[in-house]
């Protein structure tokens, strides 16, 4: 027993030996990850903004109709502006550069688009020269993360660490989200007023401009298209999305529910109601009677569900749940008559009969499940929608055969949260 015991001390000494000879082996590991940027508000308005050739695509945010014309907005970099005459083959035109740049909207032939706190303005009446024609200065305080007058954005960074994974600051994720948080409304905008996607945070109604941020509604006065007067802000409470004017009346999506806002006094909305539902991603369309709203779950969409909810909004003081259904993860919609167009995300694109609002889920139309989707608009010419492989366009005249007529592909597909 004696020698066992010093041949298995002896055994364990010479593995000791062994491994402190070995050269010491470390990994590392390389991540792609966005950084903050702090910026001073004074020297992004000392920059020139001009127009530049048509650029590709890289990773766009927001879509938006004005006329025959297709806006694209790259998320905090600035707008594509293409020729859509021909849905089949549209033509980039050129490339605004913006930073900071999240929504925009159009107003005989006025484009407004956020610069971080400020919201410019310019002259689309001649695209070959496109001038900026107004700042007006901090109108969006929320943008501001120190009294120093210093804004926050970020880099898009590759990181090189020896750690098995990298998550950086978990609020840095919140803003990024917030910030990127991606209607068809044909029936209520003038013929003077473009056209955003069910996921805008800019709409234009009775000689106004709305803009939505988490917390709060601002208005402004744009019965001068080329001079925008900032009126007053809106508390809204906080995690405000989406906003869908119809028949003088906002509705506002929220992570919590949908707030009902009478404008028949644009210059001073008044709330209606709250509809309330679980905390979720919430894009909202609407008709005479219903609210279509989507709930889905994701980074930023913490414990929701994913379904699509038909509120009654007959008695806008008191929506009511008429029915909900089931849905794998559904972004943005809109509404064309009694055709409802929906994005599932990574799932695809669905097409339904709404006329009965009670039988939804037995009048699917389609479902392209290749057709990865995030938003969309059905337009005058066009099913415009936007997925992480690009923007693509339907001929939907008929709802249940949608026909693909082009696509615009990116450099850098858009993650689906």
């Known amino acids: ?104 909207a159009v107003n005989d032939e ?71 948080g991606f209607r068809a409304n044909f029936s209520a905008a003038s013929q003077s007023y473009g056209t955003g996607g069910s996921l805008a945070r800019f709409t234009l109604m009775s000689g106004h401009l709305y803009a939505v941020d988490e917390y709060t509604l601002r208005v402004f006065d744009v019965e001068d298209p080329k001079d925008p007067q900032f009126i007053k802000p809106i508390d809204l409470g906080w995690g405000i ?9 906002l509705f506002i999506g929220s992570n919590r529910g949908m707030h009902i806002y009478d404008a028949t006094t644009p210059s001073s909305p008044t709330r209606m109601s709250v509809f309330e539902h679980v905390m979720a991603c919430d894009p909202v369309v609407v008709n005479e009677e219903h609210a279509f709203v989507t709930l889905r779950t994701g980074n930023t969409c913490w414990n929701g569900v994913n379904e699509l909810q038909v509120v009654d909004i007959t008695n806008p003081y008191n929506p009511t749940l008429k ?39 037995k009048n699917q139309l389609e479902f392209l499940t290749s057709m990865k989707s995030v938003d969309l608009i059905p337009g005058p010419k066009s099913l415009i929608v936007i997925g992480p492989d690009g923007v693509c366009q339907f001929d939907y005249s008929q709802p249940d055969r949608l026909k693909k007529l082009s696509c615009i592909q990116v450099s850098n597909p858009i993650v689906i949260n």
């Open 1 to 104: 027993m004696k020698r066992l015991t010093n041949y298995f001390l002896s055994l364990c000494a010479l593995v000791l030996i062994l491994a402190s000879c070995q050269d010491e082996v470390t990994s590392t590991y390389t991540y792609r990850t966005m950084l903050p940027v702090y910026l001073e508000m004074s020297d992004v308005r000392a920059r020139i903004i001009a127009p530049e050739p048509p650029q590709a695509l890289e990773n766009p945010g927001k879509i938006y109709i004005y006329g025959d014309y297709l806006l694209v907005n790259e998320p905090t970099k600035g707008i594509h502006i293409l020729d859509n005459t021909n849905p089949a083959n549209p033509i980039n035109l050129n490339f605004i550069p913006i930073e900071g740049n999240i929504d925009l």
């Open 110 to 180: 006025m484009l407004y688009a956020d610069n971080y706190a400020d919201l410019l303005v310019f002259d689309l009446s001649n695209l070959g020269n496109i001038r900026l024609v107004k700042r007006v200065e901090d109108v969006f305080l929320s943008q501001y993360v120190h009294e120093t007058g210093q804004i926050i954005t970020f880099k898009d960074t590759v990181i090189t660490t020896d750690a098995p994974y990298f998550t950086g600051r978990p609020e840095w994720g919140w803003l990024v989200s917030s910030d990127m």
């Open 241 to 249: 999305e989406t906003i869908f004017p119809f028949q003088e009346k």
């Open 323 to 361: 029915k909900a259904y089931p849905m794998q993860n559904p972004h943005g919609l809109g509404l064309a008559g009694d055709y409802l167009y929906l994005a599932e995300g990574n799932h695809g694109l669905k097409s339904f009969e709404v006329s009965d609002v009670m039988n939804i889920d």
